[in-house]
């Protein structure tokens, strides 16, 4: 089912101001992931307790004041989605409804004001009609979109801002990690933590990756793409990777990590819950052990394991390094429930897997 999300109302206005050069647009074979974005942006500021009419402007750098609390406390959030050009040419965002919900949560959570979920998704909609010549052709690049909040006060106190920009940037890209869609190592990370019960780890705050890059630079000086991350209270169980949920599959079911609150609430794990089911495996979400993961790669009852998100997509791991050991999965190959579960996904993305849960809104 395709929805079509409406013009936007007078009630939700916004302007969209004139362009006068445009960019040049990269071919499809040199994206990368996030390094190029497009000619316009989508800004709203709220300020005297309101949204204030929304603009679509040319692609530009914001003039702050040195004081501004973002600068200063972080307060910080945002979101990351994606359009895809189908085969058939039609422009499509996956489950953007999910995003907009989410972004309200995180919004709460860091004491910022809510963007109308409708606002979110109409203007959204309207910057990506706009700019649908930038969204790339090839499969495996995608249009990443990143809808963002930050606190736009200049003040020094700690308190929640009175003021706010909500803005939205579009980036034609490539694979999130180098390798694309072929196995990847993991460092499980065994003195930092990412979040902890009551903290932010449920809210997309900008906090929460500041505060994983020295786990995540460390790990890269030994070779590995990501960090898996346990549980902050007794370090023993699975919670995420840097930028993506995980999966094991283990005796033939597969395991998610069960959501207790410090994991974010991934838009593609829930939909890789569904696609699990829809093509008849058996997939579960449950606390799991970093042990019990050591434990079943060596006796060889753990296949498979990968990896969940909407800049990554699915991605393999042929590799997780614990401690002192050094763990292969799958001999470094792609397992064949991960693949199963990429190519449904991909295709319903990409437009030839029929969608039946109503997830992909046609750009229009
Ligand atoms: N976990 C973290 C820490 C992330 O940054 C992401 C990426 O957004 C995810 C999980 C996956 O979430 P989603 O599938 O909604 O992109
Ligand atoms: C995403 O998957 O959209 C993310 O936000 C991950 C990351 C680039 C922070």
Redesign the pocket.
């Known amino acids: 089912m395709k929805f079509v999300l409406m013009g936007i109302t007078p009630a939700n206005d916004l302007v969209v101001e004139n362009l006068t050069t445009l960019k040049p647009k990269p071919k499809d074979e040199d994206l990368i992931f996030g390094k190029v974005y497009t000619d316009r942006m989508l800004l709203r500021e709220y300020k005297n307790g309101a949204w204030q009419t929304g603009r679509i402007l040319p692609y530009q750098n914001f003039s702050l004041d040195p004081a501004t609390l973002v600068f200063h406390y972080g307060q910080e959030i945002f979101e990351?989605l994606k359009a895809f050009r189908q085969e058939n040419g039609d422009v499509v965002m996956f489950r953007p409804d999910?995003?907009a919900k989410?972004f309200a949560l995180s919004a709460r959570r860091m004491m910022m004001p809510e963007v109308p979920e409708d606002y979110f998704l109409k203007s959204i909609n309207k910057l990506i009609n706009l700019e649908r010549e930038w969204v790339p052709k090839a499969r495996g690049n995608a249009l990443y979109i990143r809808p963002t909040m930050i606190a736009t006060e200049a003040i020094l106190g700690v308190k929640p801002s009175d003021e706010y920009y909500f803005f939205t940037i579009l980036s034609p890209s490539g694979p999130y990690f180098k390798e694309g869609f072929s196995p990847t190592r993991i460092k499980v990370e065994d003195h930092f933590v990412?979040a902890s019960i009551g903290g932010t780890g449920e809210a997309?705050a900008g906090g929460?990756?500041a505060g994983s890059l020295m786990a995540a630079e460390r790990a890269k000086e030994d070779g590995y793409s990501q960090v898996l991350w346990l549980d902050a209270k007794e370090m023993k169980y699975v919670e995420?990777?840097?930028?993506?949920?995980i999966a094991f599959v283990l005796d033939n079911e597969i395991i998610t990590p069960r959501l207790t609150g410090s994991?974010?609430?991934?838009?593609?794990?829930k939909s890789v819950l569904q696609i699990a089911k829809d093509l008849g495996y058996k997939m579960t979400e449950k606390d799991i052990t970093i042990d019990t993961v050591v434990e079943t790669i060596e006796s060889g009852n753990l296949t498979e394991i990968f990896g969940?998100?909407?800049?990554a997509s699915i991605a393999p791991v042929g590799e997780i390094k614990y401690k002192d050991k050094n763990l292969s999965v799958n001999d470094g190959k792609v397992g064949p429930t991960t693949q199963a579960i990429y190519d449904r996904l991909i295709g319903i993305q990409y437009g030839s897997v029929e969608d039946k849960h109503g997830w992909i809104h046609l750009v229009e």
């Open positions: 990351g999910e995003n989410r990412r997309k929460n990756y995420e990777v840097g930028a993506m949920n994991i974010l609430k991934g838009i593609t794990r969940i998100g909407t800049a």
